[in-house]
Each structure stands twice: as structure tokens, then as C-alpha cells.
Nanobody, 121 residues
Framework: QVQLQESGPGLVKPSQTLSLTCTVS??????????WSWVRQPPGKGLEWMGA???????YYSPSLTSRTSISRDTSKNQYTLQLSSVNSEDTAVYYC?????????????WGQGTQVTVSA
């Protein structure tokens, strides 16, 4: 059973960089053909795919966020990390990490429980 767990600060100040880590257990992030994604849900809105790092290490980003987003991984810890720079109030959301089955960014089989991030001074 694969489990994902998000960790990081719940409160970030405007203009700062948000950093979240997803720790994966029960499966390796280098296992062929999964895409380890970050997805967020702002209050009152739908899910938004932000980006992913593939089993190969290749990264993919949402066009609307690519200039502010970076995803990396630590294979020795079986973790991957999201960094979102220059945050503002519109980045307030519940952030999820999820294991994607394909590169269409809509099919996932495992999700973390989600972590609330609030952007506020």
C-alpha cells in the first residue's frame, strides 16, 4: 500500500517561497512509469494540477505556474518537494501530493491527506 504524506508550513507570508515535501512509503518514486504530482484546491474552487516529477526525474509544470514552480526529489529519502515562489493570497489552498498514472494529469491512484497553506502577512 502506497502512502503519501505532505509536510511544510501552514502559513507563508506574501512574496515568500512556499516549500512542501511529500514523503512516500510503500513504493519507490523511481518506479517505472509513475508521475509524482502536486495538486492544489483553493477555497471554493476545483482541483488544480501544479506540476509533477516523473519516475525518470523529468519535471512538468502547469503553464500558468511554470515561472514560479520548481519540483525536485531526494531519492535516498523517497521524497519530492514543491517550491512555489512569490506567493500571494491566491496561493492559499489545500495542497496535495498524488501519484499520477499517466502524463495527462487527471488519473491518480494514491493521494496524500492534504495540507492547508495560508498566505497572509
Amino acid at each position: 500500500q502506497v502512502q503519501l504524506q505532505e509536510s511544510g508550513p501552514g502559513l507563508v507570508k506574501p512574496s515568500q517561497t512556499l516549500s512542501l515535501t511529500c514523503t512516500v512509503s510503500g513504493g519507490s518514486i523511481t518506479t517505472n512509469s509513475y508521475y509524482w504530482s502536486w495538486v492544489r484546491q483553493p477555497p471554493g474552487k476545483g482541483l488544480e494540477w501544479m506540476g509533477a516529477i516523473a519516475y525518470s526525474g523529468s519535471t512538468y509544470y502547469s503553464p500558468s505556474l511554470t515561472s514560479r514552480t520548481s519540483i525536485s526529489r531526494d531519492t535516498s529519502k523517497n521524497q519530492y518537494t514543491l517550491q512555489l515562489s512569490s506567493v500571494n493570497s491566491e496561493d492559499t489552498a489545500v495542497y496535495y501530493c498524488a501519484r499520477g498514472l499517466t502524463a495527462n494529469w487527471v488519473e491518480y491512484d494514491y493521494w496524500g491527506q492534504g495540507t492547508q497553506v495560508t498566505v497572509s502577512a
